[in-house]
């Protein structure tokens, strides 16, 4: 829980929350009850699970009376004002299981809490009055219909002509829109009108239009006695409006409490709040992971590396074949996609060199889990067919050379994570051999090599395999391990070697294959340690670079030349662990050393930005706020498999 004593709006606007559905659709905002982000709303429906994402419910303003007094609790910003300034009742506010906020005086304690209904395009907001007196709540209902990475203004076409029906509301956006339901449990007073000029902060600060117009229904009245609760219920199911607040609530309050499976309470928390991120993909009827809230949808890359914590680690067998079976059935060329397509229309995109090689990692570990020797067994084929395309040749002139290694590029594609371009200028191109893909390659070797020996599998494949690692464990070291005692990030054989100092270099060590004798992991990690190493994770590039670039902000410019060019990336504190526990060992020392690492991002966790949540990225030079995503899916699995690791030891 967090406290406030004199509570400031600039304070409570940098704080955020977010509860989700399970389709890609959330609820958000700020602790001040303004809307800072064009994303921020309480109803975002995914109308194609989990894309197409639209914003149905910009926000309620709420209104306490009491004894003909009238307290705002609401607050917006405008260009020249913050108006109402209701933060200044907030007392408290916790995260889970739902965001809960309570305001208060000397005359009146209300609470308001917020959740969404698993798999459902519906939000709820209960009020409890926490006083002992009799207060009337005045809910203003605020409307907007738009696709969420927009902004709306006023204009003739969308009217929110609302139906008021006994005890709920049907409004139309514009004709023939599909509905919006809204149920209450009081009384209903039309008051349609146009308010204009929200300004969003955060947009302002990213270098985007920040005003937006909303439209105002009406508002709701309802009476509530000392202890007394009621609920609004926002739906786009009319379903819905047969359904009553307080079972719904128990019945999330259930699913909530079943995904704390430990002892720990921090380790608990990360569980329900990597929760948020598997979600259902209606196009391939399978389980997928959202990248990152509130603007990713669900990426290859990192749904592979987001899924060792949220699925494997956690126990969710059928949720990782689920995901698994998406992936290895949309397999072309040797290639997994990189992202799925946000509208039915679109086609499936393949431009990564990674994602598929982080199969084989997560096959390895899914195994190492489950001990499922028919799911590999099944897969195993198309293992076959990925070494095979990648020995040969595949899309973006990926393939091997003759040292072993893996070659990609082409164009102005970029096909690793570090993949920041702004039309056609490449931020950090690296065309060639990086490597953090000799690292996955040598791993997805390795693992073939494996899966074939342990089930007895006869293949074709395996002689060819064998060469490969022979010649890759030959070359490797005299390629990349350079003179200043770390990895070249990327290698031109016989041509060139960029030694830049980079965090890439950790799944050489990380991962569960290393070419590298522990003398030489120990030199990299300790490079590491001194060159890249931030309480919040490591940083993408060394600060003595002159491309180094200390902060993350302002517009898309500044901010994609900042992306990969010295700013922290939480998610990869967990390779960092396992790297440091491969050299060291999980002693007390290093478990004391590990556990201060995860303090700070606990603190951020708890208290700071997306509360409940872990940032994307962080500040290269001093790393304190959190930048880009407020919710990342890599980044909450890092911790959760840190955490795991801890308790195990």
């Known amino acids: 829980?967090?406290?406030?004593?004199?509570?400031?709006?600039?304070?409570?606007?940098?704080?955020?929350?977010?509860?989700?559905?399970?389709?890609?659709?959330?609820?958000?905002?700020?602790?001040?009850?303004?809307?800072?982000?064009?994303?921020?709303?309480?109803?975002?429906?995914?109308?194609?699970?989990?894309?197409?994402?639209?914003?149905?419910?910009?926000?309620?303003?709420?209104?306490?009376?009491?004894?003909?007094?009238?307290?705002?609790?609401?607050?917006?910003?405008?260009?020249?004002?913050?108006?109402?300034?209701?933060?200044?009742?907030?007392?408290?506010?916790?995260?889970?299981?739902?965001?809960?906020?309570?305001?208060?005086?000397?005359n009146f304690s209300l609470s308001k809490t917020v959740f969404m209904v698993y798999e459902q395009n519906t939000t709820v907001v209960e009020y409890k009055n926490t006083g002992k007196k009799p207060i009337a709540i005045k809910v203003d209902i605020f409307l907007i219909h738009r696709d969420h990475h927009g902004n709306m203004r006023e204009n003739q076409h969308t009217n929110f002509y609302t139906e008021s029906q006994e005890g709920f509301l049907k409004t139309y956006a514009y004709f023939d829109a599909n509905p919006l339901f809204t149920k209450h449990e009081g009384t209903f007073i039309g008051h349609p009108n146009w308010y204009k000029n929200f300004v969003y902060e955060k947009e302002q600060s990213r270098g985007l239009d920040p005003v937006e117009d909303t439209f105002k229904i009406g508002y709701v009245e309802i009476p509530l006695e000392a202890g007394q609760q009621t609920h609004l219920i926002f739906s786009t199911e009319e379903s819905a409006m047969q359904t009553d607040g307080f079972n719904l609530k128990k019945t999330e309050s259930d699913r909530y409490e079943s995904l704390r499976q430990t002892d720990d309470c921090f380790l608990n928390d990360l569980l329900v709040s990597g929760d948020q991120f598997i979600v259902e993909r209606k196009s391939t009827e399978s389980h997928s992971i959202i990248a990152g809230y509130h603007w990713f949808t669900d990426w290859g890359r990192d749904s592979m590396i987001a899924m060792r914590g949220l699925c494997i680690d956690t126990g969710k067998q059928e949720v990782c074949k689920s995901i698994l079976k998406t992936f290895l059935n949309y397999l072309d060329a040797g290639m997994l996609p990189n992202r799925f397509p946000d509208s039915p229309g679109d086609e499936i995109e393949y431009n990564t060199i990674d994602a598929t090689l982080w199969l084989f990692v997560v096959l390895y570990e899914y195994h190492q889990t489950f001990k499922d020797d028919e799911f590999i067994k099944n897969a195993f084929d198309r293992l076959s067919e990925i070494i095979h395309f990648h020995k040969t040749q595949t899309r973006y002139d990926i393939h091997e050379t003759p040292e072993g290694f893996i070659f990609g590029g082409q164009g102005i594609a970029q096909l690793t994570w570090m993949d920041a371009r702004i039309g056609d200028f490449v931020v950090t191109p690296r065309h060639g051999c990086p490597v953090e893909i000799q690292a996955l390659w040598y791993n997805a070797l390795k693992t073939y090599q494996y899966f074939q020996q342990h089930l007895n599998l006869d293949n074709a494949e395996i002689d060819s395999v064998n060469n490969s690692l022979q010649r890759f464990e030959t070359n490797f070291v005299p390629f990349f391990f350079n003179e200043k005692g770390y990895l070249n990030d990327v290698v031109l054989p016989t041509t060139s070697a960029d030694d830049t100092l980079r965090c890439n270099q950790i799944y050489a060590v990380s991962l569960p294959f290393s070419v590298l004798n522990h003398g030489q992991q120990k030199q990299v990690l300790d490079v590491i340690t001194e060159k890249l190493l931030t309480p919040f994770g490591l940083r993408t590039l060394e600060t003595l670079h002159p491309d180094f670039k200390p902060t993350y902000g302002g517009d898309v410019w500044s901010r994609d030349m900042a992306y990969h060019q010295g700013t922290v990336w939480p998610f990869l504190i967990s390779e960092?662990?396992?790297?440091?526990?491969?050299?060291?060992?999980?002693?007390?020392?290093?478990?004391?050393?590990?556990?201060?690492?995860?303090?700070?991002?606990?603190?951020?966790?708890?208290?700071?930005?997306?509360?409940?949540?872990?940032?994307?990225?962080?500040?290269?030079?001093?790393?304190?706020?959190?930048?880009?995503?407020?919710q990342q899916a890599w980044s909450v699995s890092a911790l959760i498999r840190i955490m795991y690791m801890l308790q195990k030891s």
């Open 1 to 106: 829980m967090i406290n406030f004593v004199n509570p400031k709006y600039e304070s409570l606007s940098d704080k955020e929350w977010i509860v989700t559905n399970g389709i890609g659709g959330y609820a958000s905002c700020s602790l001040s009850g303004a809307n800072t982000r064009r994303y921020h709303g309480l109803l975002v429906a995914s109308l194609n699970p989990p894309t197409q994402r639209v914003l149905l419910v910009s926000k309620v303003e709420e209104k306490v009376v009491v004894n003909d007094q009238t307290f705002e609790l609401s607050a917006n910003q405008f260009q020249h004002a913050i108006n109402p300034n209701g933060y200044q009742y907030l007392t408290n506010f916790e995260r889970f299981p739902f965001p809960k906020t309570v305001y208060k005086n000397t």
């Open 576 to 630: 960092y662990t396992e790297a440091y526990c491969k050299v060291y060992g999980l002693n007390p020392q290093s478990k004391a050393h590990i556990e201060s690492l995860v303090g700070l991002l606990k603190n951020h966790f708890y208290n700071a930005d997306c509360i409940g949540g872990v940032s994307e990225i962080f500040d290269g030079l001093a790393p304190q706020q959190g930048k880009g995503t407020i």
